[in-house]
């Protein structure tokens, strides 16, 4: 495919930085968008001059993982001993090069790439697609956010502006956002977020006290093992700590910041051993629900993509093209070749499992879609 966009994503910047082991002369870029310029020969679903967005993951679609909804833990696409999921451009994730580049190559196309609508209208919204929404929508999801939480992210990156974002449009009823950067936290004022500045005091006391000491009812960190204290000195557990501190007892955790078991570029011996200092005590002892797994974008993005029906926000993602109405759509399934039912199998299967625990919580299904298509199997 013909790239038309690209980001720089926080995860590049430990490999500029030296702080992986990528190796030399690796073309970097996984937050990729485009055009298909050409369609190889087993191909089916996807035509040159299509627009597309490419999940950072790549994934073959069929394997356990895959289908369980996995894509990010494929077993079949990362030669590496001992990694299973692969990605466009990155440290240990195979031998594929990424988009920040003319041309880009994607292997199995029909399971990995979005369509999108033709044109370039919304070319910046459409190229948070790839990365950075699901993934801050994931932080939610994995914190167990429900309508109506308080949730403070750590983090006002890109990441953690998704996730803020994504937590306010599945109802949280007040979102904290913790960084020291007076432009991003402004940035999350603006979407509707609280900015909590790390810099001026505390950020845990900080939220006890904007919550009468009781916490946030869950958290979402958005940092990763680069996390600095206000002087800019490196302490990779400073934020799970802190994560720890801010949230009520038994309140979700989501886990998106990259952690590394040792950073040998780390600035002080302690912190090469890696966040050691996890504070695994305090988790038990809360009971906190937590997540630390990578984000599987093919699944994802269509959830991440759903309109926020409560009006224009910035960043605002617009709305995809409908679903055909429920009795055509059962003609069209009848007709549908069996490549995109496997396409659509794993998406499916997670969207189905969070509309269950979804359902669960809040009565009406959220997605009839994700229904239908768990009838259609
Ligand atoms: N799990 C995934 O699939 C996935 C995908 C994309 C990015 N990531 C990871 O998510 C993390 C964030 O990504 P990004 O692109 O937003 O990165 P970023 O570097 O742009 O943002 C990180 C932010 O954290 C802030 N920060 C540093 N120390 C802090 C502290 N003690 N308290 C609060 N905030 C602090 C920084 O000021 C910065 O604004 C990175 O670790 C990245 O590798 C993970
Ligand atoms: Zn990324
Ligand atoms: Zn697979």
């Not at 993509?305 to 009848?334: M, S």
């Not at 069996?338 to 809040?362: F, K, M, S, Y």
Request: proline share 9%.
């Amino acid at each position: 495919m013909h790239i038309t966009t690209t980001n720089i994503c926080g995860s590049d910047l430990h490999m500029y930085e030296g702080r992986t082991s990528v190796e030399e002369g690796k073309i970097l870029g996984h937050e990729n968008m485009g055009v298909v310029a050409e369609a190889g020969s087993a191909v089916g679903r996807i035509e040159a001059g299509g627009r597309v967005s490419v999940p950072f993951n790549i994934a073959c679609g069929s394997c356990r993982n895959c289908e369980a909804g996995w894509a990010s833990f494929c077993l079949r696409t990362n030669p590496t001993e001992g990694m299973d999921g692969a990605a466009y451009g990155y440290a240990n994730m195979g031998p594929y090069d990424g988009g920040q580049a003319e041309y880009l190559r994607v292997p199995h196309a029909d399971f990995n790439l979005l369509r999108l609508p033709p044109g370039n209208d919304h070319e910046n919204d459409f190229t948070m697609l790839s990365d950075i929404f699901p993934t801050g929508w994931h932080g939610a999801e994995l914190a167990g956010l429900r309508p109506g939480e308080s949730v403070v992210v750590f983090g006002a990156g890109p990441v953690g502006l998704m996730a803020a974002h994504s937590a306010i449009i599945r109802g949280a009823a007040k979102v904290f956002v913790v960084d020291k950067e007076p432009g991003r936290l402004a940035l999350a004022e603006k979407i509707g977020a609280q900015p909590v500045d790390f810099s001026q005091a505390d950020p845990a006391q900080q939220i006890l006290d904007a919550t009468g000491g009781k916490g946030a009812d869950c958290g979402v960190e958005a940092v990763g093992y680069q996390a600095h204290d206000p002087s800019g000195q490196e302490h990779p557990e400073l934020v799970l700590d802190k994560l720890v501190e801010s949230v009520r007892s038994t309140g979700g955790i989501g886990v998106v910041g990259v952690y590394l078991p040792q950073d040998p570029g780390a600035a002080t011996e302690q912190a090469q051993q890696g966040p050691d200092s996890l504070p695994v005590r305090h988790f038990v002892q809360q009971g906190s629900a937590h997540g630390h797994r990578a984000v599987p974008g093919q699944a994802l993005q269509p959830a991440a993509a759903r309109p926020d029906r409560r009006g224009p926000r910035e960043p605002v993602v617009p709305r995809l093209p409908r679903t055909p109405p429920r009795r055509r759509r059962r003609r069209l399934r009848q007709v549908r070749p069996p490549r995109e039912r496997l396409d659509q199998g794993p998406a499916a299967a997670v969207t189905e499992q969070a509309g269950n625990r979804a359902r669960a919580r809040r009565g009406p299904p959220p997605h009839r879609l994700r229904r239908d298509r768990h009838r259609s199997r």
